[in-house]
């Protein structure tokens, strides 16, 4: 039997800052915990763990303008430069065999004029609704160019929130154009969309131009440790009603177990801040539930592939891959 292919979408990773600690203005989590402004290295040398234990694959963001704090090569608000470049290397060493790199734009907190580089007034979202593929082509570039001055390999993008969704006939076409011009490569992805609880949820073709082609790779569940950052119950007992919620420990239940049944591809998704959890770390051990557990249950069904592997195989085969008719009206 053909394996099915299974990813995980990990969003908002950034150096040091916290993308989360600048969304909430109040810098409070729902339960009025002040929300930590700042990661240590260490949760992500943990992550490496967990990922590599379980031979987990997918995509992995760099924010590179992290909550205009300065940038990756330049540096980050008072971080020291040694820090940001440990967690750069480590990032390279370790995420990025088994991850596509790839930037969530340039700050994901407020858009940057490229002229000045200066903070504008409006999220990049909130940007991104009032540009064309002119303006978008060369903001994105400058989101690639950055992760390829620090090293990375990246060929695909992640929208901050809604990024470009409202405009998706100019940001597709810019996406495509941006990586041609800053990686040569006329292949590239997309991660902008969510597909849950919709039968047959797989990656599509989303822009052609010549022989370049864009795929959008959708995340098929919810992040499932969202939930502790709103309550703060990071209780033993809720972190596996956590991981039940991705897939249930005989296998039979949860998200993944219901788009498997519905004949798609689970892509699974979670963000930096919800695997931290604050500083208990209490969504990542729901991660290393969920991987034991696909390990133990799925190991003869799924297949993990990286975003690399699945754009790979998207573009060995478009024609069975069209947009979702709940797209296409
Ligand atoms: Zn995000």
């Known amino acids: 039997m053909n394996k099915v292919p299974m990813s995980f979408i990990i969003d908002d990773p950034a150096p040091v800052y916290s993308t989360f600690y600048v969304h909430r203005k109040n810098h409070l989590t729902d339960y009025g915990e002040p929300i930590l402004e ?8 943990d992550f490496c763990d967990i990922v590599e234990k379980h031979n987990m694959k997918g995509k992995f963001s760099v924010v590179p303008m992290v909550a205009n704090q300065g940038d990756i090569i ?3 608000g008072d971080a020291p430069m040694e820090e940001i ?14 991850f596509a790199i790839g930037p969530e734009m340039l700050t994901h907190a407020a858009a940057i004029d490229l002229e000045t580089g200066k903070d504008l007034d409006v999220n990049e979202h909130e940007w991104s609704m009032m540009q064309t ?7 994105i570039k400058k989101a690639l160019s950055l992760l390829k001055e620090a090293g990375f390999d990246a060929y695909g993008v992640t929208s901050p929130w809604r990024f470009g969704i409202d405009v998706e006939d100019e940001y597709y076409p810019s996406i495509s154009k941006a990586v041609y011009a800053v990686t040569g490569k006329k292949n590239s992805w997309v991660f902008c969309r969510g597909l849950r609880e919709l039968p047959d949820a797989k990656p599509w073709v989303a822009f052609e131009d010549g022989d370049r082609c864009l795929v959008s790779i959708p995340a098929t569940t919810y992040d499932r440790c969202w939930t ?4 703060g ?9 956590c991981a039940d919620m991705y897939i249930t420990e005989d296998g039979k239940g949860g998200d993944i177990i ?4 519905s004949g798609g591809w689970p892509i699974m998704i979670s963000h930096w801040q919800s695997m931290y959890t604050n500083g208990t770390s209490a969504g990542l051990r729901v991660i290393d539930i969920v991987g034991e557990r696909i390990k133990k249950n799925l190991s003869d069904r799924v297949e993990w592939m990286s975003f690399g592997e699945i754009l790979e195989k998207v573009v060995r085969d478009k024609e069975a891959f069209p947009i979702p008719k709940v797209f296409n009206v």
């Not at 700042?38 to 040398?45: D, E, G, I, R, V």
Request: charged share 30%.
């Open 38 to 45: 700042k990661f240590p290295n260490s949760f992500l040398f």
């Open 74 to 76: 330049n540096g980050l």
């Open 85 to 98: 470049n440990e967690w750069l290397d480590t990032v390279k060493e370790r995420i990025a065999p088994r």
């Open 133 to 139: 593929e002119e303006t978008l082509t060369p903001y």
């Open 228 to 231: 502790m950052l709103c309550t």
């Open 233 to 241: 119950d990071v209780s033993e007992k809720n972190i596996l009603a």
């Open 258 to 261: 219901d788009v498997l049944e």
